[in-house]
């Protein structure tokens, strides 16, 4: 599953849609769903009716999830996308940047 490449707190860069070249921090990762949130990208609207606990009513805007595909890992050395690889170094798992070869974590 091409999720656990991609992990919370980590900062992606969006590859295609309407947001595509964009960049943040994923807030949450759905493995299920092969989909992840993140910061200020993918805003919906949702109309809400006013309400005893919201009286005036109005739109909210949050970020909705999207699949893992459209994102990219952003490189620790130019913070453009790049794919990921794992690498065995200490008798750990890490994961490496393919463009610069650069550790991500670890």
């Known amino acids: 599953m091409a999720s656990a490449k991609?992990?919370?707190g980590d900062n992606v860069v969006v590859r295609?849609?309407?947001?595509k070249g964009r960049t943040g921090t994923v807030l949450q990762v759905l493995p299920k769903d092969e989909k992840v949130v993140v910061a200020g990208v993918n805003i919906a609207a949702r109309h809400r009716k006013p309400t005893q606990e919201n009286p005036q009513g109005g739109i909210d805007r949050r970020e909705a999830p999207m699949h893992v595909s459209k994102v990219?890992?952003?490189d620790p050395k130019d913070g453009k996308a790049t794919r990921v690889r794992f690498e065995t170094v200490?008798?750990?798992?890490?994961?490496?940047?393919?463009k610069s070869g650069e550790?991500?974590?670890g």
């Open 16 to 19: 295609s849609g309407k947001d």
């Open 6 to 8: 991609i992990k919370k």
């Open 72 to 74: 990219g890992l952003a």
């Open 103 to 105: 550790k991500i974590d």
């Open 90 to 98: 200490d008798g750990k798992k890490v994961r490496v940047a393919v």
